[in-house]
């Protein structure tokens, strides 16, 4: 581990997990954003990979966009409730309506890749345009360029990994195959899997697992930069005459 790494990670922990959206902080499993899709449709991995381009194409883009159009409306840190009535509404439009008009751009690119499949996810694919891991940040104080981009690019990765997680699982568990390669001889171990209902349960008990592993995790690194910052500071003494 890199000194300075050591350093942000030991001045504060917390906002070291948050900025991590894949593990330590992802989306869904810290946040709960995105679970209609995620619970409905991912009951595959081919669905979940549909969900998985979707949202890849939908959310940095209108993210970016968002930003520089909520310019013209900015929200300041602390705003008081009168500039808040005035602005979250006209912001939230700016965020939805930017995400609209992008999804109608995305659609035709998610025919060409996957086809008539698309009609499997029904009105839960443009309904991506109201997600709030697309227009959350509505609410928030006005981001630089280069967050909304890489923070973007975070929580896509985060939200496809939890989906692509969930869908082979639940494949599995109802058909014994994924991505329709059979793995168990056709062996059906919980056919709920493949049921809305199924599918809470599943994410549930991969949150707490998942929870589990980033706590211990957080202690590991927590552990490991204190470690690294004490042979730093005893390699400085060491090397003053």
């Known amino acids: ?3 300075r790494k050591a350093e942000t990670i030991l001045r504060d922990p917390g906002r070291y997990a948050h900025h991590d959206r894949i593990f330590l902080n992802n989306p869904v499993i810290m946040q709960g954003m995105g679970l209609a899709p995620l619970v409905v449709l991912a009951t595959s991995g081919r669905n979940a990979l549909m969900l998985a381009a979707a949202v890849a194409l939908l959310l940095t883009p209108s993210r ?6 909520s ?3 900015p929200l300041q840190e602390h705003a008081g409730e009168e500039e808040l009535r005035a602005k979250l509404l006209p912001r939230g439009l700016l965020y939805s309506g930017t995400a609209a008009v ?3 751009a995305v659609y035709p690119v998610l025919d060409r890749l996957f086809g008539v499949e ?4 029904g009105i839960y694919l443009p309904i991506l345009v109201v997600e709030p891991l697309l227009i959350y940040r509505y609410g928030r104080v006005q981001e630089t360029l280069r967050k909304a981009v890489s923070k973007g690019l975070r929580v896509t990765v985060g939200y496809a990994a939890v989906l692509l997680l969930v869908g082979c699982i639940r494949e599995w568990l109802a058909t014994g195959a994924v991505f329709g390669i059979p793995l168990t001889a056709n062996t059906a171990l919980m056919p709920l899997a493949s049921m809305p209902a199924g599918g809470f349960i599943l994410l549930g008990v991969i949150s707490a697992v998942w929870r ?3 706590a211990r995790y957080r202690a590991f690194l927590t552990n490991e930069a204190r470690s690294q910052v004490i042979v730093n500071q005893q390699k400085e003494a060491r090397g003053k005459p």
């Open 1 to 3: 581990m890199k000194q």
């Open 64 to 69: 970016v966009v968002s930003y520089l159009l």
């Open 71 to 73: 310019k013209l409306v």
């Open 102 to 104: 992008l999804y109608m």
């Open 118 to 121: 698309l009609l499997t996810l």
């Open 212 to 214: 589990a592993l980033a």
